[in-house]
């Protein structure tokens, strides 16, 4: 197992197209998790998951994004009609979380986004 | 509700000098905190862990940091810095079991540490 994978690494779409990242967590690893970062900032929470589960979105979050994780493996985030202001690295991380505790989270290399 | 301060954006010190990046949390049960690190054009990198065992937790590279309950503080420290830590730190705080936040992870700001020759 070699980590968390995100795809694309880089995309560049035009103003008002839709676009999906796809996200693959460690093997085992029941939750998944969403964030956004952009320059100068800590990365913000998007949304995350524990096996198929969506627990919590965040509300800052329009309603033109959208995440699944329907085996409660892979995860897909998507977002409709981008606007430049999404321009942003998105980020993916899985941990084993249990009751009790967690254990550190993961983290891919990202998805750099460009609206144009 | 969780939440994570850190105090300083900036810290810049001299290499060989001590490090101190400080980092305070909020959260209604029994948090785990963590920092990250992370270089120019490079992934989110677990530096240390907290979850409730040893208040003093030893991590990569010669960093630690110590859980303060009273003080609801998880500072980190180096007692030596190198020209490779140089990098962003980020103070991330995770409710445990029973809370409303569970599972969810908040990140700080984060602090930017330049070292100096």
């Known amino acids: 197992d070699t980590g968390v994978s995100q795809d694309p690494r880089h995309k560049i779409t035009k103003r008002g197209q839709n676009v999906t990242f796809r996200c693959d967590p460690i093997s085992e690893h029941n939750r998944l998790y969403w964030y956004r970062q952009t320059l100068g900032q800590g990365p913000e929470f998007l949304t995350y998951?524990?096996?198929?589960?969506?627990?919590?979105k965040s509300r800052l979050l329009s309603d033109r994004f959208s995440a699944e994780r329907p085996k409660g493996s892979f995860s897909t985030l998507e977002i409709q009609r981008t606007e430049q202001g999404d321009s942003a690295m998105y980020l993916c991380a899985s941990s084993a979380g249990g009751r009790g505790g967690n254990t550190e989270a993961f983290f891919g290399q990202g998805t750099r986004l460009t609206v144009v | 509700a969780q939440s994570v301060t850190q105090l300083d954006s900036h810290v810049s010190v001299s290499e060989g000098t001590p490090v101190l990046l400080r980092c305070n949390y909020s959260s209604s049960y029994s948090p785990s905190l963590f920092w990250y690190v992370q270089h120019p054009n490079k992934g989110l990198q677990l530096l240390l862990k907290?979850?409730?065992?040893?208040?003093l937790v030893k991590g990569i590279n010669g960093f630690e940091a110590e859980f303060k309950k009273s003080e609801t503080s998880f500072h980190l420290t180096k007692p030596s810095a190198h020209m490779s830590d140089a990098a962003e730190y980020f103070c991330?705080?995770?409710?445990?079991?029973?809370?409303?936040?569970?599972?969810?992870?908040?990140f700080g700001q984060g602090t930017i540490l330049t070292v100096h020759p």
């Open positions: 907290y979850t409730s065992a040893a208040t």
């Open positions: 998951f524990q096996n198929e589960a969506q627990l919590e």
């Open positions: 991330v705080v995770s409710g445990n079991a029973g809370g409303t936040s569970y599972g969810k992870l908040t």
